[in-house]
Each structure stands twice: as structure tokens, then as C-alpha cells.
């Protein structure tokens, strides 16, 4: 088994790979997990990070109320599943991902201004209490995805630049800081290239260490005569310089299917935001936002997930 660093989750949510299934990414059988029915004046509830907390799990959610209004609040749940969500927004903004950091839960997420979406940044130990840090960048970007740990004595920030709209460019960035207040030295990480991922891409889940390099999930887009449509890629980075691709999926892991994916107030849509994962067992959930509507939970290895990269890799 490639060897995956992290926490050991005994209650991560699990379902085994259905017999005969093909693929490295399986869903979860009761998808979706999360509904627009989980909190009263929600319009829809998707893009949602969550993590281990105390005997169970905490989640910072993305809510779209009736008044279409974007906010962020926190859930709990025991087993990763079923969850209750505190109807007390945290910030404005969307696309949540929370990473434990230094004793820390780090959140980070596309925070509104004015003048355009910037990396918001906080974080909380209780998940009642929050400190918010200084943006992450200037408007405009959004997929800011935090490092788990220190990289050369640096944290590390993915991040895509884009403009104003439903932008349709984007390039994975990754930026250093020493503070978590000042980013710098920007690298390239990499572009859409193939064609399910042809118009952008971005971060998904807090990168993921093993011994073969950082494992990012990320969203790639595709522009189809009827609009976009978004999939699930993944690739190995350098471990010391992570903006150095080693491997690369040239096709996606998870992409629309079921018709919670397919139909919604945006179709088309895998979005994933937060990966669980298990040292112990090379296990790996990833919750994903499905179709901008619900939130949806799917399943992998580490060894399942580096075996089809490489299968399939794009660099030669
Ligand atoms: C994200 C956000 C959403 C959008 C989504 C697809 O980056 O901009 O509002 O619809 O992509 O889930």
C-alpha cells in the first residue's frame, strides 16, 4: 500500500467498492447526504468541507438561502453521515475547505468584496469561535486550498486566479508564506489540458501526503454546448516542490452520472471540497458538492487512486 500520512479515522464513513465495479471512485449508496431539507430557509446546500472533530465530525457548509444569499455555517455529525446544521452564518461567501493545521482548523473559502471574490482565511479550535485572518490575496480568485503542514518552513496556499464572473480561464497557482498574512513566490502548478478539463481547473480537498508525493483532487471543467460541466481529476505533486507535477489523470476519477449530479440548480456538477482519511487503511471519503444542489459522499484508496493516475498519466 502506498503509504498515506495523516490521521487515523476508525469512524470514517466507508462503504467497500461495489463487486465488479470498474472505476477507483464509488458512491456513496444513500447519496446525497446532505439536502437543501437539512436547514430551514435553505435554497440549496453543496461545496462543503468537513473534518474530525472530537468523537465525531465537524463541517463548515455552503448555504444558498431563498433570498439567494451566500453564507457559511457549521454541522456536526457523529458518523460523517447524518448531520445538523447550525443555522448561524459564520461568514458571507462560498466554497468552503477546513484543514487541521498545528492544532488549528483552518478555513479558507471565497470570500466576497466588492471589488471581486479574494481567499478568505480563519480559524477556530471549537468550531464556535473564529478568528479571521487577513485575505489571502487581492480580488480576484477563489480555490484557496491550505496545506496541511509547513512545506521547506513555508505554508503553502493553492490558489486560482480568474475575473469577476463565472470565469471561463483558470490555472492552479500555489503561493509561500511564512505568516499566514504575507503570500509571495507564486508557482504554476498546472492548466487544463485534456478535454473533459478544457476550460479550467482548480483545488478541491486539502492536498493529502504520501510517500509518493501530495495527492490533490481537483475540479476540472469542460464547456459543452449546454454549459459547463464539472468532474473530479487528480495528480501527484513533488513533495518538496509541490508545484512540480509528477503524475497527472489524463481522464476524471468522478464525473456526472447520477441524476442528483445531472440535475439541479446548476447540472452538471462534481465538485469535490474535503477528503477524509484513514493512515491506518489507505481509506479515502471525499464529499463533493452535486449539480450546486446537495452535498454528495464518495469513496476511494490511496492505492485505488495513485494505481489509475498512473494508469492513465498524462505525463509521460
Ligand atoms: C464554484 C462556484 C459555484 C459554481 C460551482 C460549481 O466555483 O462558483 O457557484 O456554481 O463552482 O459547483
Known amino acids: ?81 447524518r448531520w445538523s446544521l447550525t443555522d448561524k452564518p459564520i461568514f458571507g461567501g462560498y466554497d468552503p475547505r477546513l484543514c487541521l493545521m498545528e492544532g488549528k482548523y483552518y478555513l479558507s473559502w471565497v470570500n466576497l468584496t466588492p471589488h471581486g471574490t479574494t481567499i478568505g482565511l480563519a480559524y477556530t479550535e471549537d468550531f464556535e469561535h473564529w478568528t479571521q485572518l487577513e485575505d489571502a490575496c487581492y480580488p480576484v480568485a477563489r480555490n484557496g486550498v491550505l496545506f496541511p503542514e509547513k512545506v521547506n518552513g513555508e505554508y503553502m496556499l493553492f490558489i486560482r486566479p480568474c475575473d469577476r464572473g463565472h470565469t471561463p480561464y483558470g490555472d492552479i497557482f500555489l503561493a509561500h508564506s511564512k505568516d499566514l498574512t504575507y503570500w509571495g513566490k507564486y508557482r504554476f502548478v498546472m492548466k487544463p489540458v485534456k478535454n473533459w478539463e ?87 471519503a471525499i464529499y463533493y458538492g452535486a449539480a450546486d444542489t446537495s452535498v454528495a459522499l464518495a469513496f476511494t484508496t490511496v492505492d485505488e487512486t495513485i494505481r489509475y493516475i498512473k494508469e492513465n498519466d498524462l505525463i509521460k
Open 198 to 284: 478544457s476550460t479550467k481547473v482548480g483545488a478541491g480537498p486539502t492536498p493529502i501526503r504520501t510517500d509518493e508525493g501530495w495527492l490533490m483532487f481537483y475540479h476540472g471543467v469542460l464547456t459543452s454546448c449546454n454549459g459547463f460541466s464539472y468532474s473530479m481529476g487528480a495528480a501527484l505533486l513533488d513533495l518538496n516542490e509541490p508545484w512540480k507535477v509528477l503524475h497527472r489523470a489524463d481522464s476524471f476519477l468522478l464525473g456526472p452520472h447520477e441524476p442528483y449530479e445531472c440535475f439541479g440548480d446548476v447540472p452538471n456538477v462534481v465538485f469535490p471540497c474535503s477528503a477524509l482519511t484513514d493512515a491506518a487503511t489507505g481509506r479515502i
Open 1 to 81: 500500500m502506498a503509504k498515506l500520512f495523516g490521521q487515523t479515522i476508525p469512524n470514517l464513513p466507508w462503504q467497500d467498492k461495489p463487486a465488479g465495479y470498474r472505476y477507483p471512485v464509488w458512491r456513496y449508496t444513500e447519496n446525497p447526504v446532505i439536502t437543501r431539507d437539512n436547514l430551514y430557509m435553505a435554497n440549496s446546500i453543496f461545496n462543503s468541507a468537513v473534518v474530525p472533530f472530537k468523537d465525531g465530525f465537524a463541517g463548515v457548509f455552503r448555504v444558498d438561502y431563498r433570498s439567494r444569499d451566500q453564507k457559511l455555517v457549521t454541522g456536526f455529525s457523529k458518523d460523517g453521515i
